[in-house]
C-alpha cells in the first residue's frame, strides 16, 4: 500500500508479459490481465479496511453465538457478516470509482491502439497532438461521470445508516 503505482509499472508489465508467456494467457492487452492487475493492487486497501472493522466488532458477539449453539461459519454469515455491510459497500464504492477514473493502469496494461479499452482511454482518443475536440470531450466525460454519481447518491444511504448505527452501538 505504500509504494506508489509508478515505481513498480515498468517492473509489472515485464512480469505481466513474462507471466503470460508461461502460463499460455495474455495478460498484456487483454481483459484478463487487467483484472488480475486490479485485484493485486486493489485487494490491498480492502483487505486493511475491512481488516480494520472486523477488528472494531466485539468479540461477546461470537461468545454469545457460540453459547447459543451457532458453529463459527453460521456465527460469521449470520451475524457478523451482516455487521460488515456498510464497510464492505464503502469499500465496493472506493474501489469501483479508483477503477471507472483509472487512467495509467489501462493505459500500461491494453496500450492505447488495442481493441480493449476503458473510458478514460477512450476519451483520450478525441485529444490529438495539436487539436482537442472539445465537442467530444466533454460530453464522453459527462457520460463517463453519471454512473459513478447515480451509484454513490444510491450507496450514500446505506453508508450513512451503518455510520449511524455504529455510533449507536457504542
Do not use: H
Request: with cysteine; hydrophobic share 55%.
Amino acid at each position: 500500500m505504500i509504494i506508489p503505482f509508478q515505481v513498480v509499472m515498468l517492473p509489472l508489465i515485464s512480469t505481466f508479459r513474462d507471466v503470460g508467456k508461461f502460463i499460455g494467457i495474455q495478460m498484456l492487452q487483454s481483459v484478463p490481465g487487467l483484472v488480475f492487475a486490479y485485484l493485486g493492487f486493489g485487494g490491498a486497501m480492502t483487505v486493511f479496511i475491512l481488516n480494520g472493522f472486523i477488528k472494531g466488532v466485539p468479540y461477546t458477539l461470537e461468545e454469545a453465538a457460540a453459547i447459543d449453539g451457532c458453529r463459527p461459519e453460521q456465527t460469521f454469515f449470520q451475524i457478523i457478516f451482516p455487521l460488515l455491510t456498510p464497510v464492505i459497500t464503502t469499500v465496493t464504492i472506493l474501489n469501483g470509482m479508483w477503477i471507472w477514473n483509472d487512467y495509467l493502469l489501462p493505459s500500461m496494461m491494453l496500450g492505447q491502439n488495442g481493441k480493449v479499452m476503458t473510458i478514460p482511454i477512450a476519451i483520450q482518443k478525441f485529444v490529438g497532438s495539436y487539436v482537442k475536440s472539445w465537442d467530444r470531450i466533454l460530453p464522453a466525460a459527462l457520460l463517463a461521470i453519471i454512473p459513478m454519481i447515480i451509484i454513490f447518491l444510491i450507496a450514500q444511504k446505506q453508508i450513512m445508516e451503518g455510520m449511524i448505527e455504529g455510533a449507536v452501538k457504542g
